[in-house]
């Protein structure tokens, strides 16, 4: 089994967009809508370890019925960003942190590892090679979705697939959310949980969201915009909204839930952490009970409440519903600190602000 580093062979694409197709996408990118011309396939066996790793033109897959993704979700997947900055550098943040969450959720997933190397190296490659596809619009940026699934064509159960496919793709990306910095009302979520302990909370697999879709209908249903998990026992603690972490501001201080297993570890929320203490906030990661968040709003000790995650960076939390009625943030305004660490955040990002935890990786 090969352990130096892969090498990729590049086919480009012979149908790539033109130049006037792929603006018209740029004009108005939505979220993951569109596509850009080129994709990363790298192959696992248990022969021959990670091999076969390409650049090719974006295309379908052809995979046999049996494949063990389509029955048993042994999946997982990654989102990250490339912006362009200012000076018309192109730019990624934390892929290294991404890559370590890949080989955690991998280890959970009894997948194979993927070299960090390797990993970020595909994203360069596949950045570099569509490069025209980065939006030059502000606040627009170009979706990386590195992914694994398992492609062994077997309906056993008694171990996992012996062949996996790593693929990265990627999407322009406009606002996650239509209307920007909009306040968002949430949903809390009595009746169905998102993880459990010794579950796969903490790992990025499908199989997560595909559970999750309809709590969110039924918040959609309650008229929210999202909704709020709660622990698989109690369903009292607040663990994450969405596909999003959460934090709760008292005056200066910061509090959200800890990693306990069954959240993801955020990335976002792990550079927020850093930035408040930067900042001079108080951070502290402790549990925090529906019954706390509704009486810290009633009696105004708390200020904001936001959500944090790759996608829409940092997204105020405005409103908060649930069977028992409901209650207001504040006053149901994007808070002062929201979009202080939103425009901190943003700014090393877009290489605005100074980056003093060489978060940046420059591709070009
Ligand atoms: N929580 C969940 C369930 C998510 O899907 C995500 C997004 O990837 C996050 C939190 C935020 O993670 P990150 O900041 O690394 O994007
Ligand atoms: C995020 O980046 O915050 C996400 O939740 C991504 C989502 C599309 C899964």
Redesign the pocket.
């Known amino acids: 089994m090969t352990t130096a580093p892969l090498t990729f062979d590049v086919q480009l694409s012979d149908h790539a967009r033109s130049a006037e197709e792929r603006e018209r996408v740029l004009a108005s990118p939505g ?2 809508q569109h596509f850009t011309d080129h994709m990363i396939s790298v192959r696992w066996t248990a022969r021959d370890g990670w091999h076969d790793a390409r650049l090719k033109p974006y295309g379908p897959l052809v995979l046999d019925p049996a494949t063990a993704v389509f029955h048993y979700a042994q999946e997982f ?1 990654e ?1 990250l960003k490339a912006y362009r900055q200012g000076n018309g550098s192109i730019v990624t943040f934390r892929p290294d942190a991404n890559a370590a969450r890949f080989n955690v959720t991998a280890r959970r997933m009894a997948m194979p590892e993927l070299p960090e190397e390797t990993f970020v190296r595909s994203l360069e490659l596949l950045v570099q090679t569509d490069r025209d596809w980065v939006p030059t619009t502000e606040g627009h940026t170009l979706y990386l979705r590195p992914f694994m699934i398992a492609t062994q064509a077997a309906l056993g159960v008694n171990h996992p697939s012996d062949e996996y496919l790593y693929l990265v793709i990627a999407s322009p990306a406009g606002s ?1 959310f239509t209307g920007g910095v909009k306040p968002v009302h949430v949903w809390l979520s009595q009746d169905y949980t998102r993880a459990a302990p010794g579950g796969t909370g903490f790992a990025k697999c499908g199989g997560n ?1 595909a559970g999750a879709f309809v709590a969110q209908r039924e918040a959609v249903e309650n008229g929210c915009d999202q909704v709020v998990w709660l622990d698989a026992f109690e369903h009292r603690y607040v663990e994450e909204m ?3 972490n959460i934090f709760f501001v008292y005056g200066d201080r910061l509090v959200t839930p800890p990693l306990t297993g069954t959240l993801l570890p ?1 990335i ?1 929320r792990d550079s927020i952490l850093k930035l408040a203490v930067d900042l001079g906030l108080e951070v502290t990661e402790r549990p925090i009970t529906t019954d706390e968040w509704r009486e810290a709003c009633e009696s105004g000790a708390m200020t904001e409440a936001f959500a ?5 960076v940092i997204t105020p939390i405005g409103r908060v519903s649930g069977r028992d009625g409901g209650w207001t943030v504040a006053d149901g305004q994007p808070g002062e600190l929201t979009l202080r660490l939103r425009e901190e955040l943003v700014g090393i990002q877009y290489g605005t602000r100074p980056d003093p935890h060489d978060w940046i990786h420059k591709i070009l």
């Not at 944090?308 to 829409?312: H, N, P």
């Open positions: 979220f993951g997947f989102g996650y969201y969405g596909g999003m955020g976002t944090c995650g790759t996608a829409a």
